[in-house]
């Protein structure tokens, strides 16, 4: 069965633009509801969070050494540490982990 990649992307830019679009479109005035606006402002953080969650432990090709980089870059977060050095500090975990195993 071959994948017509095309369909998918327009799929996905089109889900993209009317999740953007429809809001400005049937709310014109402004949101006073707090719960609204606390649920709307985390969405993009909790779509992110969701889809880039699972392909960690794919990516790494071994479960033990994506489980202690993502133990590891929980940690370096909690402790302060940008996103820059989350990343690398979480890829050297992938690293370390892989050879040791």
């Not at 009317?18 to 606006?37: H, K």
């Not at 880039?52 to 370096?76: L, Q």
Request: aromatic share 14%; hydrophobic share 60%; with cysteine.
């Amino acid at each position: 069965m071959a994948h017509n990649y095309w369909i998918y992307l327009l799929v996905m830019f089109a889900m993209t633009y009317l999740v953007r679009v429809l809001p400005l479109v049937l709310v014109r005035s402004r949101i006073s509801n707090t719960f609204i606006r606390s649920f709307l402002y985390y969405i993009p953080y909790a779509v992110l969070a969701a889809m880039t969650f699972p392909a960690v432990f794919y990516t790494a090709g071994n479960t033990a050494a994506a489980v202690g980089a993502v133990a590891v870059g929980i940690i370096v977060s909690l402790c302060g540490g940008n996103l820059v050095t989350v990343a690398l500090s979480a890829s050297a975990a992938v690293y370390v982990i892989s050879l040791i195993l």
